[in-house]
Nanobody
Framework: QVQLVESGGGLVQAGGSLRLSCVAS????????MGWYRQGPGKQRELVAT???????NYADSVKGRFTISRDNAKNTVYLQMNSLKPEDTAVYYC?????????WGQGTQVTVSS
């Protein structure tokens, strides 16, 4: 059974930082592209960042220079370091695992940035 468990969300003031973690089980972690997506109030889910099996990252323009995605294959964990947070970053953040045409999702973790 595949499980993706996110942690690290919370309430932070604008300009602050948070680090999200996602621990995966039930998949061959090293062979999956891992990603973070988010869904803000009244918005559609959108890509934040992905990292492929070769650890090559990809970022949405809105987070470039502020967020960093990384992975630890030994720990089956993907991270999202979020710096210089803005109120518009407020959303539920979801972890994603993708290989070929198969997607798995976590339950999400809430990030709220106050102004």
């Amino acid at each position: 059974q595949v499980q993706l468990v996110e942690s690290g969300g919370g309430l932070v003031q604008a300009g602050g930082s948070l680090r999200l973690s996602c621990v995966a089980s039930g998949i061959i972690f090293s062979r999956n592209t891992m990603g973070w997506y988010r869904q803000g109030p009244g918005k559609q889910r959108e890509l934040v960042a992905t990292i492929n099996p070769g650890s090559w990252p990809n970022y949405a323009d809105s987070v470039k220079g502020r967020f960093t995605i990384s992975r630890d294959n030994a720990k089956n964990t993907v991270y999202l370091q979020m710096n210089s947070l803005k109120p518009e970053d407020t959303a539920v953040y979801y972890c994603n695992a993708n290989r070929y045409l198969t997607d798995y999702w976590g339950q999400g973790t809430q990030v709220t940035v106050s102004s």
